[in-house]
């Protein structure tokens, strides 16, 4: 299905998330389905909290819980933590265990989560269905979204991606990857074996703190790369964070990757849909630029903000764009990290489809109805 209204994408931030939910979910006649973490991670309450607020008993929940080898008993504590405070704000909600790696250890996070979500009775009267991505991981959270997007356009329910983001709290999560780079369920891309010219591949990871054994591992994994094209932060709450992780991968980006400085990405860290447009037009651009001469392919590895993952993800989904990924086989947390406490987290709500786009159709490049402001997020 085309996602032309992307272009016209309904998004709020920070503040005016919390107008928006008053106004929206707030309404008698909105009753939603939300899908989130219940992990250890101490944002998967925000949205949840939010939300209930407003709808009370019309809201009915899903929540995944991501399950990792012998992970740390703290880690553990306080995902049971969380999921006792989720199943108080959302009485009668599912809490499903989702295994990420098989007994063999390869990865199968895609196949259960997909498993989870076609088996979970979504109520008759849902006429919204959010998928909170703060929390969850890539490969848990492309599949959700790929499904419930689809779920959602089939039977004209709205569906809205929300996250409660917190750079420096990413950054404060360390992770262990995984030894098999693999294909997000769903996002393996144009199946190219026939293809009779040869393929030309770009490769576009997102750069992310302490990530860099992990982009390593995927980047060796993708044969025959024609260009690299990292992603960085810019504008960021931290003016430097993009200069601190360019020095962070110099090796990568040097001796490794042989990048040009030129090909560098810059996408903003507040705002999905600035990473949405930008790969957008690299998708466009660079398939009108090979057309004919070569079979254009661009992988992509979001690694670190959901932020900027959710703009990755809708591009992936427009584009059918092939989303090369690692799994995580432990993460190492301290909460008490003053950089944690002391940092605030930044909202974005996203809606992807849904009846308010209908008037699109009629009146190409209306904006749809929708009565809470929408606006640009501080720069």
Not at 157 to 168: R, V
Not at 264 to 286: F, G, H, I, K, Q
Not at 351 to 359: D, I, K, M, T, V
Request: proline fraction near 7%.
């Amino acid at each position: 299905m085309a996602h032309d209204h992307w272009e016209n994408c309904v998004a709020h931030f920070d503040a005016q998330v919390d107008v928006f939910a008053a106004e929206y979910f707030g309404r008698p006649d909105v009753h939603c389905v939300l899908v989130a973490a219940a992990g250890f991670d101490p944002r998967s309450l925000g949205i949840a909290t939010l939300l209930a607020g407003h709808l009370g008993d019309r809201l009915s929940g899903l929540f995944v819980r991501e399950e990792r080898g012998t992970p740390e008993a703290s880690l553990v504590t306080a995902a049971d933590q969380n999921a006792e405070q989720l199943r108080a704000l959302v009485p009668g909600c599912e809490i499903a265990s989702v295994d990420i790696f098989g007994d063999d250890n390869a990865p199968i996070a895609g196949a259960r989560v997909a498993s989870v979500i076609r088996s979970h009775s979504i109520p008759a009267e849902t006429t919204d269905i959010v998928l909170d991505m703060t929390a969850l991981s890539i490969g848990v959270a492309f599949p959700a979204a790929r499904l419930l997007l689809d779920y959602c356009e089939s039977r004209g329910i709205a569906f809205h991606i929300m996250i409660a983001s917190n750079p420096e709290l990413d950054d404060a999560i360390a992770s262990e990857p995984g030894d098999r780079p693999i294909a997000v369920r769903g996002f393996a891309g144009v199946d190219q074996s026939d293809a009779t010219l040869d393929i030309a591949r770009i490769w576009v990871p997102q750069l992310a703190k302490g990530r860099a054994a992990a982009l390593t591992d995927i980047g060796r994994s993708i044969r025959g790369t024609y260009k690299i094209c990292p992603v960085v932060p810019f504008p960021a709450r931290d003016p430097r964070r993009a200069d601190a992780l360019i020095a962070e991968y110099e090796s990568q980006l040097v001796d490794e990757w042989q990048v040009d400085p030129r090909d560098l990405v810059y996408v903003s860290e507040s705002n999905p849909l600035d990473c949405y447009r930008t790969l957008s037009t690299l998708a466009r651009r660079y398939s009108d630029a090979v057309d004919q001469i070569f079979v254009p392919s661009i992988i992509l590895s979001p690694i670190g903000s959901r932020v900027m993952a959710a703009g990755a993800l809708m591009a992936a989904i427009e584009h059918d764009l092939p989303v090369q990924y690692i799994e995580t086989v432990r993460y190492d947390f301290d909460p008490a990290k003053p950089t944690v406490v002391a940092t605030a987290e930044m909202r974005v709500h996203l809606l992807l489809s849904g009846p308010a786009y209908s008037e699109l159709g009629a009146a190409a490049g209306a904006a749809p109805e929708i009565t809470a402001p929408v606006s640009d997020p501080p720069a």
